[in-house]
């Protein structure tokens, strides 16, 4: 038994159970015998200094395989050195992004030995992939060939993807999402029917949620309506969930339609129902529990809902212009309809998750002051709203609407706004005692686009 095994047998039995070793007859004998202290230090120090000269002496394999071929030329020029040189500033931080979209948009490669890092940093964040994937280079794709966690950079392909794990499938399928949006191909819909029910539910579940994020354009949802619909069905609850919001986007789509015809069912006007409710001096609804349908279980309902439970699914599901359509009231009238009927925190939901500017504007007569409500409002004219928010030191509802301020921002804004910036700062000892509307999401916003 040589010194470091002496050692790792000790360490599992512990310095309570077992004797420290006298080393003899070995090169590191001496050395080892005068590391003194306390028994579970020199265990430590002697574990450290055994241990170093064990990795230093030990003889690396021999490889008896062919050498890879080398990288391809490259045809893309690499950055300049006076832009390059701030990327290891950048690395892992806000700016990092715009740092590849500038480098990306010259036409440059990163610096090659730049690229571990990267490929590193992009394993699992999507959209740093998306905006590495044209900086990267022939050495960049021929690098990424040689580790697993990499290969979120391949090519699509039938190959590529029979041997891709859940997450690089889904790389592989956004980008060719992304080629299909460019060239207004209906390939990654074919793709997607073809090759959608044959996947473990992990990767169903990342599919639809590329269809979202990357071709969410009613076209595109129209084109994969039937999957969708099939996918209610689905042996997954999570891809049923995730089809259903994929399928209340579209206010046209089978699965609205049967919302809109539960809606006029379960909300009927001058009618005798379960609860009678009076709107208006003219108008009076009642609550009604519609007979049960087929496609309920599919389109999320409870098995056996109450009419109440029945009404809230439908102002948490449908898309806001289905709600309005299927009774034929303005938007001010389905508010007062949803507060008569307790469904209102429902459809405050349903209107921030579509940002529908006419229900938000007439939620924020019942929820004053709302920011995400008013945040909605101001998306026709953002700056202007920001400058008022500015003027009224309203740092909740401006740290929202600069989110939607296309950049760069104005000059003049710009400016007011690092003023206030520097406002905020004074008296201020710590990061702690500043104020949290400041850090991080409003501070990283001025940082990038003032």
Not at 103 to 128: I, K, M, Y
Not at 289 to 314: E, I, M, V
Not at 376 to 397: F, M, R, T, Y
Not at 399 to 410: N, Q
Request: charged share 20%; with cysteine.
């Amino acid at each position: 038994m040589n010194d470091f095994q002496e050692l790792l047998a000790l360490a599992l039995v512990g310095t309570a159970r077992g004797k420290l070793p006298t080393h003899a007859a070995t090169l590191l004998a001496a050395p080892l015998n005068d590391v003194q202290g306390d028994p579970e230090g020199v265990l430590l120090g002697r574990a450290a200094l055994a241990g170093l000269v064990r990795a230093a002496g030990y003889r690396a394999g021999t490889f008896t395989g062919e050498p890879p071929a080398p990288a391809p030329a490259e045809t893309l020029p690499a950055a300049p050195a006076a832009f390059a040189r701030h990327l290891n500033t950048v690395l892992e931080g806000p700016v990092l992004p715009e740092w590849l979209r500038l480098c990306a948009g010259a036409g440059w490669r990163v610096p090659p030995e730049s690229l571990p890092t990267l490929l590193d940093l992009a394993r699992h964040d999507t959209a740093l992939r998306e905006l590495l994937r044209p900086v990267l280079g022939e050495r960049g794709a021929w690098l990424a060939a040689f580790n697993p966690d990499w290969r979120w950079s391949a090519a699509f392909g039938e190959d590529a993807w029979a041997e891709a794990t859940e997450a690089q499938k889904e790389s592989l399928f956004r980008d060719l999402c992304r080629q299909a949006s460019a060239q207004n191909s209906a390939q990654a819909t074919e793709f997607l029917t073809a090759h959608f029910a044959g996947e473990k539910a992990g990767v169903r579940i990342r599919l639809l949620d590329v269809i979202g994020e990357t071709l969410s354009d009613a076209a595109t949802l129209t084109a994969v309506e039937a999957l969708l619909e099939t996918a209610l069905s689905d042996r997954s609850s999570e891809v049923q969930a995730r089809a259903r919001d994929l399928l209340r986007q579209l206010p046209d789509s089978a699965f609205n339609r049967r919302m809109a015809t539960r809606l006029q069912a379960a909300l009927q006007p001058g009618k005798v129902g379960l609860v009678g409710k009076v709107l208006q001096q003219d108008q009076q609804y009642t609550l009604h529990l519609p007979p049960p349908d087929p496609d309920l279980k599919r389109d999320g309902f409870d098995a056996k809902p109450s009419a109440q439970t029945y009404l809230s699914h439908l102002f948490d599901s449908a898309h806001p212009d289905t709600l309005l359509s299927a009774l034929q009231v303005s938007p001010v009238r389905l508010v007062i309809l949803a507060k008569t009927f307790d469904v209102l925190d429902e459809l405050k939901r349903t209107t921030q998750h579509f940002g529908h500017a006419g229900l938000a504007g007439a939620l924020l007569n019942v929820h004053k002051g709302d920011a995400p409500l008013r945040r909605i409002v101001a998306q026709e004219n953002p700056a202007a709203a920001a400058w008022d928010a500015l003027k009224q030191s309203d740092l909740e509802l401006l740290s929202l609407l600069v989110k939607d301020l296309p950049t760069p921002w104005p000059a003049d804004l710009s400016g007011e706004l690092l003023l206030a910036l520097q406002q905020s700062l004074q008296g201020v000892t710590s990061a702690y005692h500043w104020s949290a509307r400041w850090r991080p999401n409003l501070l990283n916003r001025v940082m990038l686009a003032a």
